[in-house]
Structures are given as C-alpha cells and as structure tokens.
C-alpha cells in the first residue's frame, strides 16, 4: 500500500479590521495583502497533481483556493465540518483583550480552550471530533493519493493533534502562519507522519 498524502493549507491574512482577532466563525474577506498571497502559494500548487481538493465554505478559504484551481484541478469538495472553531464570548475579540480578560498570556490561549475557560465555545472534545471524521472520511476515500486540504489555522492544528495523538495545546509549540503549507503523510497500518510544517512559499514573494 502506499503513501496517502494530505497537503494542509492554511487560508491567505485576512483583511485589516480582523487581524490578531479571534475570528473564528465569522465569514471574513482576505486582505489586498491576502489575495497576493494566494496567488503567489498557487503556482506550486498548479504545478501538483491533486487527486482531489476539500476546504471549507468560508470565504477566507475559497478566496485563498480560487488562484490554485487549474484546468486540471478537480472541483473541491466542500466539508463544513471542517470550520474554524467557535471561540464563544472570545469571537471579534482581539487577542490582548481576551488574555487580559482571562488573566492569561498570549501562548495560553489554547490551553484556556481545552480547560473549558471560554464562555460558550465550542467544546474541545467536540471540536476535535468532528476534525477527527473528517479526517478519515479524506483519508479512507482516497488511499495512496495526493490530497489538498484548505482550511484554517486552528483546523489545522487539530489535524495534526488527531493525527500524531497529541494534546491539542501542544500545537501551541509551533507556528501556522497565513498561506502556510504543511504535509501529512499516512503510511500502511494507519501511521501518521508530519513530514513538513509551516512552509511559507509566499514570505519572499508578497
């Protein structure tokens, strides 16, 4: 059996008014700055031949997909599971703002997530979960193939916990930058390898 490859892409910066916001659920443009982004991480993209393509319906993610799509890309298939998540009372906050009102710094935010701190978010159990089946529904349908995954940073990050079997707040280590590309592999028997993390093709480009 071989290699299942899931290529994860983290959609382009997004426009002014929600940068260092916890955004999550709310359906936010890409910035100028964005779309210049997308189009510069298309080019390798265009060049990769993908077996099939998902994102989300979000608009910061079909902006950042668009440039990718060429006359022989497959059509993308839209999964709503895998959405941001919803940061609750922390939605349209800026990231100061929601440490101070927790009394945390800013690399814990993803520990107040998984304690349950957030006043109506979505639990990190259920969160993880539906990552979790849509994770295997893009794993068992395409078997030693090459898959993109455009989507979001925190999707991302619980991608690769569910993946590697980690807790989600020691993503907390390491960085999902705008337009960022990293890679999961899926060997025989079901392993899974981070092979690259947090390329940026775009950082001398736009």
Not at 34 to 62: C, E
Not at 166 to 191: I, K, M, N, Q, W
Request: with cysteine.
């Amino acid at each position: 059996m071989s290699v299942t490859r899931l290529i994860l892409l983290r959609h382009a910066e997004v426009e002014a008014a929600y940068q260092r916001v916890f955004g999550g659920r709310i359906d936010m443009d890409l910035s100028p700055r964005g779309h210049d982004q997308a189009a510069v991480l298309a080019r390798p993209l265009r060049a990769t031949k993908f077996d099939a393509i998902y994102a989300t319906p979000m608009k910061r993610v079909q902006q950042t997909l668009a440039p990718a799509l060429g006359n022989h890309a497959p059509e993308p298939i839209v999964l709503p599971d895998l959405r941001e998540i919803d940061f609750g009372d922390w939605t349209g906050l800026v990231w100061e703002t929601a440490c101070e009102q927790h009394g945390i710094e800013a690399h814990q935010w993803l520990e107040a997530l998984d304690q349950g701190r957030v006043t109506n978010a979505e639990p990190i159990p259920a969160y993880k979960r539906r990552v979790e089946q849509c994770l295997q529904q893009i794993v068992l349908a395409h078997p030693g193939q090459t898959v993109a995954v455009f989507c979001h940073g925190g999707v991302i990050r619980a991608l690769i916990a569910v993946a590697l079997g980690v807790p989600l707040p020691l993503t907390g280590f390491f960085s999902v930058d705008y337009a960022s590309v990293s890679e999961l592999e899926v060997h025989p028997g079901g392993r899974f390898v981070l092979e690259s993390l947090n390329h940026i093709p775009w950082s001398n480009g736009a």
